[in-house]
């Protein structure tokens, strides 16, 4: 039995109901999805390759 994911907004989500980010761990990886359709597609990646991306969005 699999348990539920607890998500989590990313704290770079906006109040305003724009783009929202959430974020849960899942095993060795990270979950994405976007909070405003929480039934739809998750993206699953390591956290080396979201530490990556978050680097280089920052640069």
């Known amino acids: 039995m699999e348990l539920e994911p607890t ?10 109901g724009g783009s929202c980010v959430e974020l ?5 990886r ?6 405003k359709d929480p039934e ?3 993206l699953l990646v390591s956290r080396a390759a ?4 978050i680097r280089a969005v920052d640069e």
């Open 7 to 16: 998500w989590r907004k990313s704290s770079r989500s906006g109040s305003s």
């Open 24 to 28: 849960a761990q899942a095993k060795d």
């Open 30 to 35: 990270v979950a994405i999805r976007d909070s």
């Open 40 to 42: 739809g597609p998750v």
């Open 50 to 53: 979201l530490r990556a991306a």
